[in-house]
């Protein structure tokens, strides 16, 4: 079957973050469908690691399936790379994620590890973060506490119901941020009662992206 444009851009950032695996280690895996596309070229290199950690139950799976093996992260002491794609991300490496759900498990592997590599079609790409709503994953009995105070921060809350995140939790899609300072929006968002983690990746940013373009992949830095 062949894959769409879009898809095809995915599958080539994905399979280029393999030349960023060190050998013997343990790799942190992403969630989403960028990061099933290098799930499955992982595979094909399974031998040469030790295993990975996952930020979801869908990549566990994923993972497992391949007979890769998946590590508790508290059994993990070492972390030097992190594949994982973006919603949206910016020249300085800023992003918005959490499209899948799966933000806060991300954060935190995002923490553990020496090298973020973030992998992308150029969509991803953007001048200045917030097109893509922000979603933030709340404690289920503070949702209409957090989304008021979130209204007090110039957002537009919206409950993405039915969800229920790997926590437990619930997620609200932020729209019509006006992203000035991702870096202190991420921390105002964070300070409010009740908020497990958002989707804003700005304080923790990636070290190195990895864009699909139709003419190839391209390897960006921070700006
Ligand atoms: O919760 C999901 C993650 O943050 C994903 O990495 C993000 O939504 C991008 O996903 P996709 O590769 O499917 O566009």
Redo the contacts with the bound molecule.
């Keep these: 079957m062949s894959l769409s444009p879009q898809d095809a851009q995915?599958k080539a950032a994905a399979e280029a973050a393999l030349d960023f695996l060190q050998p013997g280690s343990v790799v942190g895996v992403?969630?989403?469908?960028?990061?099933?596309f290098f799930i499955d070229a992982l595979a094909q290199r399974k031998h040469q690691f030790e295993g990975a950690v996952s930020?979801?139950q869908a990549s566990t799976e994923r993972l497992q399936a391949h007979g890769i093996e998946v590590f508790d992260l508290n059994n993990v002491a070492e972390l030097p790379v992190y594949v994982?794609?973006?919603?949206e991300i910016n020249e300085h490496l800023q992003?918005v994620?959490?499209?899948?759900?799966?933000?806060t498990r991300?954060k935190i592997i995002a923490a553990v590890a020496d090298k973020f590599v973030c992998?992308?079609?150029e969509s991803?790409w953007v001048g200045r973060l917030g097109t893509f709503p922000v979603?933030v994953e709340v404690i289920p009995m503070a949702r209409s506490y957090v989304a008021r105070q979130i209204v007090k921060l110039g957002g537009d809350p919206e409950w993405r119901q039915g969800v229920v995140t790997d926590n437990g939790n619930w997620i609200l899609d932020v729209h019509h941020f006006d992203i000035l300072n991702a870096a202190e929006l991420e921390r105002q968002l964070n300070q409010i009662t009740g908020v497990v983690t958002n989707?804003l990746f700005a304080n923790r940013n990636a070290d190195v992206a990895i864009v699909a373009t139709a003419n190839g992949t391209e390897t960006r830095k921070r700006k």
């Design positions: 995915k992403g969630t989403g469908s960028t990061v099933n930020s979801s994982d794609g973006a919603d992003m994620k959490g499209g899948g759900g799966a933000l991300e992998v992308v079609d991803k979603p989707g």
